[in-house]
């Protein structure tokens, strides 16, 4: 397999969202079209410093594709990701930025789309709300945020086509400003597909509040894999590469990844944590012991995140 498409943008614009996010407008330098996506997208941003993180794309995609928009938000707990685009990222700097890629695409099948966003969790959620907007569908999108002051892509949300279908949740509001999420999820009507994107505690709160719905119509982006997740070894096993006809050894402290890299095999990584489904592949996912956190349950049937899961038993077949 390939690296992925790497491509240079120029930063644009930078605009203040909110005491803690910045939104940046990327474009190519010499004004062409950049690749086009689908709601629900995002990008590899590559940052001063070396590092790189992932960022959903903010706005629904247009016929031809002028610039991409991101938020990003200045964790107090920074690895150096967000610190790095706040401090060291000004108008008209060149970024190097992958091509969009989506795990997190709306559903075709669904009747009613309930979209619900928890801080800057709202990137992909909005770009969505937008794009169903533009087409007539039906969606509810709910945003979670603590006050006025802490609420991004404000503007966006004003916005008339959006404004029928929204409901907004402020921790600092009174009582009529609140969702109460128990509430909201109890009762799953026919053909509604949940989407959630957010911080990790409102993403927990969520999945509990909604784990009576069908495991294929709940749909979510994480930022980081959560603190109680299954990401530690494991047992040896061999990956069978089907296709190539050789197996592959991974040892109990190797990740899929790493064992296939040694060989000579590229696969391509980026999040390492099973978050953006870079190294997703086709394979016998029946026999897989899946800890990412992209794939769908029917998804997991016949695909494997190589960078985190690994074989219920001896041996795991991939169509490599």
Not at 165 to 171: I, K
Not at 240 to 260: E, Y
């Amino acid at each position: 397999m390939s690296l992925e498409r790497t491509l240079t943008v120029r930063v644009e614009r930078i605009s203040r969202e909110t005491p803690e996010i910045l939104a940046f407008e990327l474009a190519h330098p010499w004004g062409r079209a950049l690749p086009g996506y689908e709601a629900g997208a995002h990008i590899d941003v590559h940052m001063p410093g070396g590092f790189s993180r992932q960022y959903s794309l903010a706005r629904a995609p247009s016929n031809a594709v002028s610039s991409y928009v991101i938020g990003v938000k200045r964790e107090a707990e920074s690895r150096g990701g967000s610190a790095s685009m706040h401090e060291r990222v000004r108008e008209g700097d060149l970024l190097a930025i992958s091509a969009p890629r989506n795990t997190f695409p709306l559903r075709e099948e669904a009747g009613h789309h309930l979209l619900m966003a928890g801080g800057i969790g709202m990137t992909p959620l909005l770009a969505m709300a937008q794009a169903l907007a533009a087409r007539g569908a039906s969606f509810t999108l709910c945003v979670f945020a603590r006050g006025e002051d802490h609420l991004a892509f404000a503007d966006a949300l004003r916005n008339p086509a959006l404004a029928p279908h929204l409901r907004l949740h402020l921790d600092q509001g009174d009582a009529s400003q609140r969702i109460d999420l128990h509430a909201l999820l109890a009762e799953r009507a026919p053909n509604t597909h949940l989407y959630v994107c957010g911080p990790g505690g409102f993403m927990k709160a969520v999945r509990e509040a909604a784990a009576h719905w069908p495991e294929d119509t709940l749909h979510a982006e994480y930022f980081a894999a959560p603190t109680d997740a299954n990401t530690g070894t494991g047992l040896p096993f061999t990956l069978r590469l089907a296709q190539r006809g050789i197996s592959v050894p991974v040892a109990a402290d190797q990740t899929a990844v790493d064992a296939l890299h040694e060989v000579g095999i590229d696969i391509p990584v980026s999040c390492q944590q099973g978050l953006c489904g870079t190294c997703v592949v086709e394979g016998d996912g029946e026999g897989a012991e899946h800890r990412d956190f992209c794939l769908t349950g029917s998804e997991r049937r016949h695909k494997v995140a190589l960078c985190c899961s690994r074989a219920k038993g001896r041996e795991l077949v991939l169509q490599l």
